[in-house]
């Protein structure tokens, strides 16, 4: 359920995964096109989505991500904040005389907290308008940082356990 960003006190991540696990991650065509080579996304209904092996996200390892910096998703970044350009009164965000509409995603994450918007809610959703409309690339106060693609790979090339399409792999 979204619920317009002014009803929303406050919101962290605390890397519980359930994101990963319960939200069906969409992709912009870009995004689709860098990570079409792992085999991990699907088309349906002319749109791209993650494709999940076991009703996991095949990039999460442990509760974290390994898809960051460019590799992750939008979608991803923005969690569990949607941006629009059309939407009610109450999800009004105003940024550099444009006016977005930005909502919060309560079903999934459980670290929602319903209220008047605190200072800092009001930098998360600035700062979900900013990647949204990609001049924000690196993330400051959205979403927890993971392991890293790079980190992945050596744990697996170096004979740890690591997730590998949602199997495990020694």
């Excluded at 442990?62 to 109450?90: H, I, M, S, W």
Aim: aromatic fraction near 14%; include cysteine.
């Amino acid at each position: 359920m979204l619920v317009p960003w002014r009803k929303v006190h406050s919101w962290h991540c605390v890397a519980c995964g359930r994101c990963c696990r319960e939200y069906r991650v969409p992709l912009r065509f870009y995004e689709y096109l860098k990570l079409r080579g792992t085999g991990f996304v699907e088309e349906r209904a002319g749109k791209f989505y993650i494709r999940k092996i076991g009703g996991i996200c095949p990039f999460q390892h442990g509760n974290l991500c390994v898809l960051q910096g460019e590799l992750k998703p939008t979608a991803c970044k923005l969690y569990p904040f949607n941006v629009r350009r059309k939407g009610d009164e109450l999800a009004e965000f105003e940024y550099e005389g444009e006016v977005f509409y930005v909502y919060v995603d309560v079903s999934t994450c459980p670290n929602v907290v319903l209220g008047k918007p605190s200072f800092m809610m009001r930098k998360l959703v600035e700062e979900a308008v900013q990647i949204y409309l990609g001049e924000k690339r690196s993330i400051d106060y959205i979403t927890a940082r993971g392991v890293g693609y790079e980190g992945f790979v050596k744990q697996k090339r170096y004979g740890k356990t690591a997730r590998v399409g949602g199997a495990r792999n020694e």
